[in-house]
């Protein structure tokens, strides 16, 4: 039998954000086939797993982290709105002299900001010798300092003059410096960027600092048995939920993120309040932080689940509900999404990032025009008043099984790095 082939994957967080997700359930899966032996390594760990490991440097960490965001404060004029949509990895830490990546025999980055690395450690990785797979969790890796670019298209020939930035006039400004940075490290070598969605691998196709490397699409990964249909009536008294209403389900780390789409959220709300639907035949179930402006704001009563973390709780809540809701105005290939559909739960969305991907229109969900909210409460009551609900939870429930389970995804990625490591002569 051949020797196993050593994967490093790295994120800045083993729980806490979609990325850290996604890192942690392709760990899982890959641990469980015969040809590779995986590690994942994090900056803030949670899990016990043997299989995650850290480096142990607290107050480095931290200061990379401050003074990160201390430059980002300044760059942006001093508003603090701003601060978590860029970052530019000036400072963090040196991964390359652990022994979990001396053994790897590839080196798997997925969301590295926020003092995890910066680029000269980017650079150390890279110029090590092995093969490097970039998972794009989002826009970050092919911009110069944005994680999502909206309607700027300046990362197609070179980032400068950048609209989140407070002196625009300086066409040199600090997106250009980080772009030209990124460019000098990528463009001699040979790297391998995988969007976990169709939309993302064809923005990076078109990035002046990616379009000439390798590019594929793979999708994240989930566990379907895990995600998986249970009893309505149940979850709900698990849950504490209403028997006799329709539930909506409503969520992000941060609930009250604008750029989550908290705001046309409250605005559809309102409407299907027009609509006629009242407080006693309709609910907000809603997950994640800061709860409290949507419970002061919402027409409906609203159910807070609080941040959620474990498991079967999270999939006792999308059995619990009717339809899951997002509203999102930035996303790539939501993590939410996969785990309603998962469940049977059918999903409403704009149609943005990697959505259209995943909910397949008047199919398993609806995907309404991007921030027409109209659109979006048509297609709430289509999922709600649709006569083959059952038939839509089913479809909803195949899509991920031929898509998105560990079955279907997992040999994408072995067969990508076998591939990497036949390229690299070994």
Not at 4 to 30: E, F, M, P, Q, Y
Not at 209 to 231: A, D, E, G, R, W
Not at 376 to 385: E, M, T
Request: proline residues 3%; hydrophobic residues 40%.
């Amino acid at each position: 039998m051949s020797e196993k082939i050593k994967i490093l994957l790295i994120n800045t967080s083993d729980s806490v954000g979609g990325a850290a997700v996604a890192s942690n359930r392709l760990l899982r899966a890959l641990n469980k086939q015969a040809e590779v032996e995986a590690k994942l390594l994090v900056k803030d760990k949670q899990s016990g797993s043997d299989k995650i490991v850290t480096i142990q440097a607290k107050f480095r960490y931290l200061f990379s982290f401050l003074w990160e965001r201390l430059v980002i404060w300044l760059a942006c004029g001093l508003k603090r709105s701003k601060i978590f949509q860029i970052d530019i990895a000036n400072a963090g830490v040196d991964v390359t002299r652990e022994r979990a990546f001396q053994e790897a025999d590839i080196i798997h980055l997925h969301w590295v900001n926020q003092g995890m690395l910066s680029l000269r450690q980017i650079g150390r990785i890279i110029t090590s010798g092995k093969p490097i797979v970039w998972t794009l969790h989002d826009m970050w890796p092919i911009t110069g300092v944005c994680h999502h670019a909206r309607s700027c298209d300046q990362y197609e020939s070179y980032c400068m003059n950048c609209p989140y930035l407070a002196f625009r006039k300086l066409p040199r400004d600090l997106s250009y410096h980080v772009f030209h940075r990124k460019r000098k490290l990528y463009l001699p070598y040979a790297l391998t960027f995988v969007g976990c969605s169709q939309w993302i691998a064809n923005e990076a196709k078109k990035s002046a600092l990616t379009k000439n490397q390798q590019v594929f699409s793979i999708p994240n990964v989930i566990s379907i048995n895990t995600y998986k249909p249970k009893n309505k009536s149940l979850c709900r008294k698990y849950l504490n939920l209403p028997q006799d209403k329709t539930l909506i389900l409503f969520g992000s780390v941060n609930v009250s993120d604008k750029r989550k789409g908290f705001e046309p959220f409250i605005e559809a709300c309102e409407k299907l309040r027009l609509s006629g639907y009242t407080s006693d035949n309709l609910g907000i179930v809603v997950v994640g932080n800061n709860t409290e402006k949507l419970e002061d704001l919402s027409p409906f009563t609203v159910y807070s689940m609080g941040f959620v973390t474990e498991t079967e709780k999270k999939v006792d809540i999308y059995n619990a509900v009717d339809l899951y809701i997002t509203s999102s105005l930035e996303e790539n290939l939501p993590n939410m999404i996969m785990e309603a559909m998962s469940c049977g739960t059918p999903c409403v969305g704009f149609n943005v990032g990697g959505i259209p991907e995943m909910i397949d229109h008047l199919e398993n969900g609806y995907v309404a025009s991007f921030g027409d909210v109209s659109d979006l409460v048509d297609g709430v009551q289509w999922v709600l008043k649709n006569s083959t609900y059952y038939s839509l939870s089913e479809t909803a429930r195949e899509k991920v099984l031929n898509s998105y389970s560990e079955e279907v995804v997992t040999p994408k990625y072995i067969q990508l790095y076998q591939s990497l490591l036949k390229g690299n002569g070994k």
